[in-house]
């Protein structure tokens, strides 16, 4: 199969031209209007560093509702316990760092590449892009980022230091979303881990449509604000 590649022209293939593995088109850039129109139509880059960039629409896809949330009742006593300080949107850059390191700690490797980190970068200052951050002292304990359009969040990445700390700024944000009148948090990739925590897969016809339900505008939030958390 061929695959489109993508001009300066801000337009994807239709999301079911995909194959078999999710992969759409190649090429284009990150540019902050790009990654809003890919993120609007359910599509999101993943390629490794010194790869071309490489666009892709899963189906079946994972989301997590944010009814359907639900968490141990270990981790329940741990969140009671209060262990970490929550913030938002008070260390992005540390936080989408930290997400590369870890997994390269760890021997996995990472698409969170300098170019990547860029790109996010650029999206949080324009008020797309949010990160949760836990700590302990000031120690960056744990944490997770992602983008969010309208009442869905696009989660990209979470990674722990310190032991739930990922866990916590996950249970954190679903908070947050939900005060907000979020619906939905798409996790692009299914896991074990995520599926723990009340995520399941649907089908890419239905996450379109969840997309067309409840992403009617484009305009950022802005920057988080911490007084009520």
């Known amino acids: 199969m061929s695959f489109l590649q993508l001009t300066d022209d801000l337009i994807f293939p239709p999301p079911s031209l995909a194959d078999e593995n999710g992969l759409l088109a190649v090429g284009g850039d990150l540019q902050p209007a790009r990654l809003i129109a890919a993120y609007r139509s359910g599509i999101f880059p993943w390629f490794s560093p010194g790869d071309p960039i490489?666009?892709?629409?899963?189906?079946?896809?994972?989301?997590?509702?944010?009814n359907d949330f639900r968490v141990s009742r270990r981790l329940a006593r741990e969140i009671r316990r209060a262990p970490f300080r929550v913030t938002f949107d008070q260390a992005f850059e540390r936080v989408i760092a930290s997400c590369s390191q870890v997994r390269t700690e760890k021997g996995?490797?990472?698409?969170?590449?300098?170019?990547?980190?860029?790109?996010?970068?650029?999206?949080?200052?324009?008020?797309?892009?949010?990160?949760?951050?836990?700590w302990q002292d000031e120690i960056l304990a744990g944490g997770l980022y992602g983008i969010a359009l309208d009442r869905i969040f696009f989660g990209?990445?979470?990674?722990?230091?310190?032991?739930?700390?990922?866990?916590?700024?996950?249970?954190?944000?679903?908070?947050?979303?939900?005060?907000?009148?979020?619906?939905?948090?798409?996790?692009?990739?299914?896991?074990r881990h995520l599926v723990s925590f009340g995520a399941r897969e649907i089908s890419g016809a239905e996450f379109l449509d969840q997309l067309k339900l409840f992403i009617q505008t484009t305009l950022p939030s802005g920057k988080w604000n911490n007084d009520a958390f």
């Open 108 to 134: 996995e490797g990472t698409w969170i590449s300098s170019q990547m980190h860029e790109a996010y970068c650029r999206l949080y200052d324009l008020g797309y892009a949010h990160s949760v951050e836990c």
């Open 156 to 191: 990209e990445s979470m990674f722990t230091r310190v032991s739930n700390g990922s866990k916590v700024a996950l249970a954190a944000l679903v908070s947050r979303l939900k005060t907000a009148n979020f619906q939905l948090i798409d996790c692009q990739m299914t896991t």
């Open 54 to 66: 490489l666009w892709w629409f899963t189906d079946p896809r994972l989301v997590l509702f944010l």
